[in-house]
């Protein structure tokens, strides 16, 4: 024992031992907003397309340089000097450095930077469309999860619930109330209760292996865990309500109409394309060789203005011209496919509530009492066998089919949201 306190250390990484599965196993499950927050940092998919906005930021840069001076020098005239035999450097020689400019008119650079940031601008909105999308896919599988989670609890109190009436049964058989092969047909349905089980339990662990896929998480599946409300609301929003949101929130429209924008901008540019650019330059000449004392050294300016005779862009300008109508309509039909998403999924939304409303009112409530009832009645020889099996089966079907018609209400919630463009039902 002396020796044990001696290394107070060995005690602690033996403790530390003891926990580590208990914490292991306890980690904190995660709620909606975590899961998303996690996929949006994390999934590969999503981290892919963003870099896309990043080169459209880029290409701004580029669309916003101005043209590159020129330079050029030009050296002649250079010769042996007369009757003198030899050849003397720089002696006579014609020496010109020169500098153009090509100036671009009719704010051809800032139409091609405004051109650039709306693109940056439909990338964007491209790019929280798919995170839109994406989203869906996640809140499905959560909501699947959280199906599954519900399903494996019902599936053990369903077993506890049985063992408890196999355990009462087995007392009757001794008792002399119930004969044997009574009492082995309520043992042998018991199988039943363990497939649905195990069933519940695999189907668990799938669907928490899709959410950790989304997630891109590499979390071992029995340390991973999700919570959140399993349940519905019965109430719902107007319809005109979530078609106003979705006219204000919907990415690919919002991209859609980006791009009407872009194409008037583009169309601007194409006239401004077609205009003529002039190149201004400037020149410094030292000629030693002239015969003219005052033109040794001379200065001299120059203008060079295309002719556009043939060449004035008109292809371009007719193109964005009809681009300008291809995105009008093209917008029209995605705000036409917007207000059938919403009426669709709300439709679906408020026929899972219809559904609903009556489990919890009474289906539920109703299953159980018949399942408790035909239960104490058969315990106590008021019921047959056939009775008690019915309404054992009668009950779990009840609760199997709501907890089903649940998980349909939050996957068309999911839905509405995905229509809408953002989350109006959490």
């Not at 996929?39 to 990043?54: G, Q, S, Y």
């Amino acid at each position: 024992m002396n020796e044990f306190l001696r290394f107070p250390s060995t005690a602690a990484v033996v403790a530390l031992l003891a926990l580590a599965p208990v914490c292991l196993g306890a980690q904190q499950a995660l709620t909606w907003d975590q899961v998303r927050a996690r996929f949006e940092a994390n999934n590969p998919a999503l981290r892919a397309d963003a870099d896309n906005v990043d080169e459209m930021r880029a290409e701004e840069i580029t669309a916003d340089l101005r043209p590159n001076p020129q330079f050029g020098a030009t050296v002649d005239g250079t010769q042996i000097a007369p009757n003198k035999g030899v050849w003397e450097p720089l002696q006579g020689t014609f020496e010109v450095p020169s500098i153009s400019y090509l100036h671009e008119r009719d704010h051809k650079r800032e139409l091609r930077l405004q051109s650039a940031q709306q693109g940056t601008q439909i990338t964007q909105s491209q790019h929280e469309d798919l995170d839109r999308t994406m989203v869906f896919t996640l809140r499905s599988a959560f909501v699947q999860t959280l199906e599954a989670k519900d399903v494996l609890d019902m599936a053990r109190a369903d077993l506890d619930y049985y063992d408890h009436i196999i355990a009462i049964s087995r007392d009757r058989l001794h008792a002399g109330d119930i004969a044997q092969i009574d009492f082995d047909r309520i043992e042998l349905l018991r199988v039943q209760y363990e497939s649905e089980l195990q069933t519940a339990i695999v189907n668990l662990r799938t669907a928490k292996i899709q959410l950790l896929q989304l997630l891109n998480d590499q979390t071992p599946v029995a340390q991973f865990d999700v919570t959140g409300p399993f349940d519905f609301s019965s109430t719902l929003q107007p319809l005109a309500d979530f078609r106003q949101i979705a006219l204000a929130n919907r990415p690919d429209l919002q991209a859609a109409l980006q791009t009407i924008q872009q194409s008037v901008t583009n169309h601007k540019l194409a006239v401004a394309n077609g205009s003529t650019d002039p190149t201004f330059g400037a020149w410094y000449t030292h000629n030693a060789s002239t015969n003219n004392p005052n033109a040794t050294q001379t200065l001299g300016l120059s203008v060079d203005i295309p002719l556009r005779v043939f060449d004035r862009n008109q292809g371009e300008k007719q193109r964005t011209q009809i681009d300008i109508d291809r995105s009008r309509e093209a917008s029209e039909a995605v705000r036409a496919q917007v207000f059938s998403d919403v009426d669709t999924a709300y439709a679906e939304v408020q026929s899972n509530i219809a559904l609903l409303q009556p489990y919890k009112d009474k289906y539920n409530a109703e299953a159980l009492h018949v399942r408790d009832t035909v239960t104490y009645s058969y315990q106590h020889g008021g019921a047959s066998l056939m009775d008690f099996l019915n309404a054992q089966s009668d009950y779990r079907q009840v609760q199997l089919a709501y907890a089903q018609l649940v998980a349909a209400y939050l996957t068309a919630a999911a839905q509405l949201n995905l229509a809408v463009g953002r989350e109006v039902i959490p």
